[in-house]
Antibody, heavy 119, light 110 residues
Framework: EEQLVESGGGLVQPGGSLRLSCEGS????????LNWVRQAPGKGLEWLTY????????FYADSVKGRFTISRDNAKNSLYLQMNSLRDEDTAVYYC????????????WGQGTLVTVSS | QTVVTQEPSLSVSPGGTVTLTCGLS?????????PSWYQQTPGQAPRTLIY???TRSTGVPDRFSGSIFGNKAALTIRGAQADDESVYYC??????????FGGGTRLTVL
């Protein structure tokens, strides 16, 4: 069964940092592009960032550019999101999502991990 | 900045057919935007319904179909059931690596 499992969420103070992880299983992790998507409480979904299968191509939404960094370790079947300079408005459930093909949409999702930014 | 537009809310009768749309504040949606559709119920992760305009994700019943309708992407649900009551999101690929979600459509089955 193809699966993505996020971890690393929690409570962090404004201005702080947090690193999220997403571990894939049941598929050839190194063959797929991956994304992070978030959802603030009571709000819609927001795409944040994409990384290609070999990490050669990375894109960010303007809302997180310069503060968040996506990376992956294919040997560990793991995707990461390093989040710095966190703000109250970064409070959300963060999902990792796998793309079928580049730009084609997301065909598998993790269950999400909650990040709360609060003093 | 281009915004992806969706109806905020729609309703459908049980057994009926409803079409949700996904448009652009400026311009037309085409297959080059690779429209995709997701269903989400409260407290759950999104579930993929459709990707690359009209490809159903594994396990999605053929009551759900995707298309381009006029200048928008469309998700049509036939034979609506009570458990179709959810929020539905579309995503468009905008080029230059950017993906953008629509604001979501809350579908009521009544």
């Amino acid at each position: 069964e193809e699966q993505l499992v996020e971890s690393g969420g929690g409570l962090v103070q404004p201005g702080g940092s947090l690193r999220l992880s997403c571990e894939g299983s049941g598929f050839t992790f190194s063959s797929y592009g991956l994304n992070w998507v978030r959802q603030a409480p009571g709000k819609g979904l927001e795409w944040l960032t994409y990384i290609s299968s070999g990490s050669s191509t990375i894109f960010y939404a303007d809302s997180v550019k310069g503060r968040f960094t996506i990376s992956r370790d294919n040997a560990k079947n793991s995707l990461y999101l390093q989040m710095n300079s966190l703000r109250d408005e970064d409070t959300a459930v963060y999902y990792c999502a796998r793309e079928y093909n580049y730009g084609s949409g997301f065909n598998y999702w993790g269950q999400g991990t909650l990040v709360t930014v609060s003093s | 900045q281009t915004v992806v537009t969706q109806e905020p809310s729609l309703s459908v009768s049980p057994g009926g057919t409803v079409t949700l749309t996904c448009g652009l504040s400026s311009g037309s949606v085409s297959t080059r935007n690779y429209p995709s559709w997701y269903q989400q119920t409260p407290g759950q992760a999104p579930r993929t319904l459709i990707y690359t305009t009209n490809t159903r994700s594994t396990g999605v019943p053929d009551r759900f179909s995707g298309s381009i309708f006029g200048n928008k992407a469309a998700l049509t649900i036939r034979g609506a059931q009570a458990d179709d009551e959810s929020v539905y999101y579309c995503v468009l690929y905008m080029g230059s690596g950017i993906r953008v979600f629509g604001g979501g459509t809350r579908l009521t089955v009544l």
